[in-house]
């Protein structure tokens, strides 16, 4: 939680994404993070399927299956959260849009060490993505702030990171390189 509180002036969200906590716990982190001064709106809650739960919050991010079940009218509500999809296939990318997602996460684009087992789907397949919807496109999976400019080539709006931030010594000074080469990139 420490590391959330001190880079959140860097980075665009934080998004609570700990499988292996409860619901409430989740919520519990979201409440202390607040509390702590990381604005609402900062705060992402990831995988909580439930869309009136976190009207306080700045935004939802799901997987394929929660959006599926969703009714797309229910989606398209104006006075919802921001609500973001993780998609690994054109196809994916193209259902989320129509259901009414608001920005996807596509990867993992570079070797990942959240998912060590897997070929990363590489540049050419975030373009497709990229090329092939209207909404944002954030790549996801094993992005360093060398990564930054080819993916932003590739047609991403943004970049989503882990190990990046959190296995650093210094995650202030990952977070503040990564907004660094983004900026360099616009």
Known sequence: MNTAKDIWRWVDYIHIRERKLAPEQQMDWAQNLKTQGVPSNRIVMNGLDQLDQHALFGGVHWGQAVIRRYDKDVLRIVD???LGISVHSLEEAKVAEERGADYLFYGHVYHSSSKPNC???????????????????????GIGPEHIAAIRTAGARGAAVISTIWTNDRPELAAASLRQAIVYSE
Do not use: D, K, M, Y
């Not at 070929?119 to 999976?141: F, T």
């Open 119 to 141: 070929e990363p789907r590489g540049l050419s397949a975030l373009a497709e993505v990229c090329s092939n919807v209207s909404i944002p496109v954030i790549a996801i999976g």
């Open 80 to 82: 919802r959260p921001r």
